[in-house]
């Protein structure tokens, strides 16, 4: 589950030894026995891989996606995309919306626009952008931008597969939906690939906090049953 090519500057070509890959897995353990995450969908995770080694370059080749709005909800959720790529956000529903982001990945308000149009923002710096509409409150969406390709999202049953990692150091980054980012930063640790695979094990945390978000202007929604959008 990565994008982009591996690269290997000429200085290391020439070195008699080629140069090994790895599959790398874990599996998040989240408990989920809380009364409020029962019925819940599975927790949004990703980790990924920040080389520490410079004798190869990963990079991370930018592109072109969309965050849909339909039916009153982002598709898809979760979105990872290379530093520098262009997410679109097309309306496809048959009224107004207002895509915004207050947060530390990209900050941006694309304001009010209609049905059947689209705007985009370029994800210029690494980070993680909650993306929000200033007119429905149930909407939201992740975008997280990586300068690394070595990235995965965990499946249904939380496991992640990293592939192809060449051999080398590398920090490991956590990320899940709703636990605080002091919380995750505690879970980067240093790895060093050697070996035909790796297997991290278990990731343990727990549940994160479901928790209401602000509109653009830092207030309540509105709780208005019969909205003019």
Not at 146 to 166: W, Y
Request: hydrophobic fraction near 40%; include cysteine; charged fraction near 20%.
């Amino acid at each position: 589950m990565c994008f982009g090519l591996l690269v290997i500057p000429a200085s290391a070509q020439h070195n008699s030894v080629p140069i090994q890959t790895v599959d790398v897995t874990a599996k998040l353990i989240v408990d989920l026995r809380s009364p409020s995450l029962k019925n819940k969908t599975p927790v949004s995770a990703v980790i990924w891989l920040s080389p520490l080694d410079h004798l190869v370059a990963l990079p991370a080749t930018p592109g072109s996606f969309t965050l849909l709005q339909k039916d009153k909800m982002f598709s898809p959720h979760l979105l990872v995309v290379p530093v520098g790529s262009n997410v679109a956000f097309p309306n496809a529903d048959p009224f107004f919306h207002n895509v915004f982001s207050l947060f530390d990945g990209r900050r941006f308000d694309l304001g009010l626009y209609e049905a059947g149009s689209t705007r985009s923002v370029v994800f210029s710096r690494e980070g993680v952008s909650y993306i929000f509409c200033n007119i429905h409150s149930e909407m939201s969406a992740v975008v997280i931008s990586l300068k690394t390709p070595l990235f995965s999202i965990a499946n249904s049953q939380g496991v992640f597969h990293i592939r192809d990692v060449p051999d080398g150091d590398y920090d490991l980054h956590v990320w899940v939906e709703g636990l605080r980012q002091s919380v995750l930063d505690q879970k980067t640790r240093r790895l060093k690939v050697t070996r035909e695979h790796l297997d991290l094990g278990e990731i343990h945390l727990d549940p994160p906090h479901q928790s209401e978000h602000l509109n653009k202007f830092g207030r309540p929604y509105d709780d208005d049953s019969h909205p003019i959008y």
